[in-house]
């Protein structure tokens, strides 16, 4: 069975989870067709057509961003042809809410010809953890064994999963068009020009030579992601925040801080 894992993952939480699922449908290793970066979307949409054509099983992973699938990962996907490929989607959340993204993602592959045998939403710390601390040093051992038993059960699940079926959580976030996000801070003094943020922006807009933006303009194009504030190792970049984001966030966050959520599956009836 020859497996491959299509994931979108600025903090690594999704890919994490959907290399355990990947585990639990083959004993052998997957291929990684990672959009997290340009490079890698580039790959993809040079053959949109063609690119899980050898593949028996695809595991689709995203993250949850305000309940939605984020726009760079779902306008990538939307170009990907199945071509009756089995396919996992997988929804990686951080504890508050997985919105409207599961299903999307379902119906994105659904329509675009995978025949969708099951879907998950799973739990990842979520990206704001450093200001409010929220699934800390999740997926842990036991969603990872979760995400392994429920690779083992798509593998050999029969049928096509009711699309409709899937879990919608609507509310304030999912239901708006827009994704609220913090933007990290840049110290010019603090940084090292050591090119690691730059090299983990899914949007290219950090310039690999100095560590600053491009320009403003594209400055704007920043999705909040955190990823080039987990790989600063000076603090050069910081998610640190003012008293109204904090306030702000604290509301928001201060429910999936104190209750865990535990991973949800879905398989044909
Ligand atoms: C802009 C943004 C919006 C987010 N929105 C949500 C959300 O609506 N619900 C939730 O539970 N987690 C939310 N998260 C947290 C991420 O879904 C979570 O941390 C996920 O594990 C990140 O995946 P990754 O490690 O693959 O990047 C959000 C994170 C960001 C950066």
Same mark, same amino acid.
Do not use: W
């Given at each position: 069975?020859? %497996? $491959? *894992?299509?994931?979108?993952?600025?903090? +690594?939480?999704?890919? @994490?989870?959907?290399? !355990? &699922?990947?585990?639990?449908?083959?004993?052998?290793?997957?291929?990684?067709?990672?959009?997290?970066?340009?490079?890698?979307?580039?790959?993809?949409?040079?053959?949109?057509?063609?690119?899980?054509?050898?593949?028996?099983?695809?595991?689709?992973?995203?993250?949850?961003?305000?309940?939605?699938?984020?726009?760079?990962?779902?306008?990538?996907?939307?170009?990907?042809?199945?071509?009756?490929?089995?396919?996992?989607? %997988? $929804? *990686?959340?951080?504890?508050?809410?997985? +919105?409207?993204?599961? @299903?999307?993602?379902? !119906? &994105?592959?659904?329509?675009?010809?995978?025949?969708?045998?099951?879907?998950?939403?799973?739990?990842?710390?979520?990206?704001?953890?450093?200001?409010?601390?929220?699934?800390?040093?999740?997926?842990?051992?036991?969603?990872?064994?979760?995400?392994?038993?429920?690779?083992?059960?798509?593998?050999?699940?029969?049928?096509?999963?009711?699309?409709?079926?899937?879990?919608?959580?609507?509310?304030?976030?999912?239901?708006?068009?827009?994704?609220?996000?913090?933007?990290?801070?840049?110290?010019?003094?603090?940084?090292?020009?050591?090119?690691?943020?730059?090299?983990?922006?899914?949007?290219?807009?950090?310039?690999?030579?100095?560590?600053?933006?491009?320009?403003?303009?594209?400055?704007?194009?920043?999705?909040?992601?955190?990823?080039?504030?987990?790989?600063?190792?000076?603090?050069?970049?910081?998610?640190?925040?003012?008293?109204?984001?904090?306030?702000?966030?604290?509301?928001?966050?201060?429910?999936?801080?104190?209750?865990?959520?535990?991973?949800?599956?879905?398989?044909?009836?």
């Amino acid at each position: 069975m020859k %497996v $491959a *894992v299509m994931c979108f993952s600025p903090t +690594g939480t999704t890919r @994490r989870v959907c290399l !355990e &699922i990947a585990k639990g449908i083959s004993d052998s290793d997957p291929t990684v067709l990672d959009l997290t970066l340009p490079d890698g979307r580039t790959l993809l949409i040079g053959d949109p057509e063609q690119i899980v054509a050898t593949y028996d099983h695809v595991v689709v992973g995203v993250p949850v961003y305000g309940g939605k699938i984020p726009p760079l990962a779902r306008d990538t996907l939307s170009l990907v042809k199945g071509h009756g490929r089995r396919a996992t989607a %997988v $929804a *990686v959340y951080g504890n508050r809410d997985f +919105g409207v993204a599961l @299903r999307r993602l379902c !119906e &994105i592959l659904d329509s675009n010809g995978f025949q969708v045998v099951s879907a998950g939403a799973f739990i990842g710390e979520h990206s704001y953890s450093a200001v409010v601390p929220v699934a800390m040093s999740r997926p842990d051992a036991a969603d990872l064994d979760t995400a392994q038993r429920f690779g083992a059960q798509s593998a050999t699940a029969s049928g096509v999963l009711a699309v409709d079926n899937v879990e919608e959580q609507l509310d304030m976030f999912s239901k708006s068009p827009k994704i609220a996000s913090l933007k990290p801070r840049y110290s010019a003094t603090a940084c090292t020009e050591c090119g690691s943020c730059g090299k983990v922006c899914p949007t290219a807009i950090i310039a690999l030579s100095n560590g600053a933006y491009v320009s403003a303009e594209l400055t704007a194009r920043c999705i909040g992601c955190m990823a080039c504030v987990r790989a600063c190792p000076n603090d050069a970049r910081t998610n640190k925040v003012n008293p109204m984001e904090r306030f702000m966030l604290g509301m928001v966050l201060k429910k999936p801080s104190k209750a865990r959520s535990e991973p949800k599956v879905f398989m044909p009836a």
